[in-house]
C-alpha cells in the first residue's frame, strides 16, 4: 500500500490528513433529528449538542464574540443535561 499510487497520502506527514474536519452540525439538525426520534438515547443527543457548540469554539477564536457565546450555552446546557 505504501508504495501504490495513494500511499503517499497515508504513510506521509501530509498536513492536511491532520486538520480537524468537522461533522456538519448546527442546533437546527439537531431539533430535527429530535423530531424524527433518530436518537437513541438522550447521551446521543448530547453529544450532538456538545458537538454544535465544540465546533463554533474551534473554529472561531476566542477573541470571536461567538466563540464565547458558544462556551456559555455549552456551560448551561451542560448544567441544565447533568441532572437529567
Known sequence: ?????????WHS????????KPI???LGLVKLNLSKN???SPLDFASD???????T???NPKTYEVHGMAHQLLSYFEMLFRPI
Open 1 to 9: 500500500m505504501k508504495t501504490g499510487q495513494y500511499g503517499w497520502d
Open 13 to 20: 506527514e501530509n498536513k492536511s490528513t491532520f486538520t480537524y
Open 24 to 26: 456538519p452540525l448546527d
Open 38 to 40: 433518530m436518537y437513541s
Open 49 to 55: 449538542v456538545r458537538l454544535v457548540f465544540e465546533n
Open 57 to 59: 469554539m474551534l473554529y
